[in-house]
C-alpha cells in the first residue's frame, strides 16, 4: 500500500489501527479482543414484539390516567409476556441486531420504568404528596440506572444470575400489587382502597427501585436447557403450574414475584455466611463463564 493511499484510510479513521482496518476491509475475523460487530439491519419480526412490548406500556400508562387501574396492571404483565418474546425469535430467525438491541431497551424503559412508576403512583401514591412522586422517581431512575448498567457491564462472569432484581420482576411487583389489590376488592375480600395502602405501596416503590441497582444475585433460570429431555415429574409440574396461575391470577403472580424478589437477598446472605463471593466478583463464578456480561443469548436482553 503506498503513502497516499495509507493517508487517504487514514482521513476516513485516524483512531482505527491498521491491522484492525485491514482485517476489517479484507473481512477477516475481528483482531482478538474485539467484540464482533452486531448487524446493522433492522428485522420486522423482532422488532414487532418490541413494538408490542411498548405499546402495551403505553397503553398501562393510558388506562392510568383513565383511573382504570386493572386493565394497566394487566398490560404491564403483557409487555412482560412480550418482552420475553422478541429475544427469543430473534434468536430462532437469526435476526439480531444492534438496533434490535437498543429498541428493546428504550421499550423496556417505558414498560417496566415509566409506566409502573405512574400506574402505582396514581393509583395509590398521590395522597403522600411529594413523597408519592419521590418514591416513584426513586422507582423510574432504578429503572433507568438497571438498563444502562445491564447494557454497558462487562464484569459478569456467570449468566446465571442478574446483577440485581430485573427491571420485568420490578415491574410486576408494581404491577402485580395493583391487580391484586382491585381484584381483591372487587370480589369483596378487602375493603381498602389504593390510598389506604399507600404506605405499603410506598415501600414496595422504593424497594423494587433499589433493588434493581443493588449487587444482589437474582437467578436468571437461563441456564435452563429446554431442548433437553426431561423426567415426567417435570412435565406434570409446568401443568400444575399453569393451573395454578389459571385459578387466580393475580394472587398467584403477585405470590410468586414477591417471592422472587426476596430469594435475591436470601441467596446474598447465603453467600455472605459461607465466604462466597458474588457470580459477577473475580472467583464469584460457580458454572462455566459466559465470557462477559452477555453472551450471543442474550442481545436482546432478556431479564434486564
Do not use: C
Not at 485491514?22 to 475481528?30: I, K, N, Q, S, T
Not at 440506572?145 to 445491564?150: M, V
Request: aromatic share 12%; hydrophobic share 50%.
Amino acid at each position: 500500500m503506498n503513502d497516499d493511499s495509507r493517508a487517504e484510510r487514514d482521513a476516513i479513521d485516524p483512531r482505527e489501527p491498521d491491522g484492525a482496518r485491514e482485517e476489517v476491509a479484507g473481512l477477516a475475523e475481528p483482531p482478538a479482543g474485539l467484540a464482533p460487530q452486531r448487524s446493522r439491519r433492522i428485522y420486522l419480526l423482532p422488532n414487532a414484539f418490541t413494538t408490542a412490548n411498548l405499546f402495551a406500556g403505553f397503553y398501562a400508562i393510558v388506562q392510568a390516567m383513565n383511573d382504570n387501574f386493572e386493565a394497566a396492571a394487566i398490560a404491564i404483565f403483557v409487555a412482560m409476556v412480550l418482552d420475553s418474546l422478541d429475544g427469543r425469535v430473534a434468536r430462532m430467525t437469526n435476526t439480531q441486531s444492534a438496533f434490535g438491541e437498543q429498541y428493546d431497551s428504550m421499550s423496556d424503559m417505558v414498560s417496566f420504568g415509566a409506566a409502573p412508576a405512574l400506574v402505582i403512583y396514581e393509583w395509590s401514591l398521590r395522597g403522600l404528596g411529594k413523597w408519592g412522586w419521590l418514591a416513584a422517581f426513586i422507582y423510574v431512575a432504578g429503572a433507568a440506572l438497571r438498563l444502562a448498567r445491564f447494557n454497558t457491564n462487562l464484569g459478569v462472569v456467570d449468566k446465571r444470575f442478574f446483577q440485581g432484581l430485573p427491571s420485568p420482576a420490578a415491574a410486576a411487583l408494581i404491577a402485580g400489587l395493583v391487580w391484586i389489590a382491585t381484584d381483591l376488592r372487587a370480589t369483596r375480600w378487602i375493603t381498602a382502597t389504593g390510598p389506604d395502602l399507600a404506605w405499603f405501596a410506598f415501600v414496595l416503590t422504593i424497594y423494587a427501585g433499589l433493588t434493581m441497582v443493588s449487587n444482589v444475585p437474582f437467578y436468571s433460570f437461563k441456564d435452563i436447557n429446554l431442548r433437553r429431555s426431561v423426567p415426567f415429574v417435570f412435565a406434570l409440574g409446568v401443568v400444575l403450574l399453569f393451573v395454578l396461575v389459571s385459578s387466580d391470577p393475580p394472587v398467584v403472580l403477585f405470590t410468586l414475584f414477591l417471592a422472587y424478589g426476596l430469594s435475591g437477598y436470601v441467596l446474598w446472605f447465603w453467600r455472605r455466611r459461607h465466604g462466597r463471593s458474588m457470580p459477577w466478583q473475580s472467583g464469584g463464578a460457580t458454572g462455566p463463564p459466559s465470557g462477559g456480561a452477555r453472551d450471543a443469548g442474550d442481545e436482546r436482553g432478556d431479564g434486564r
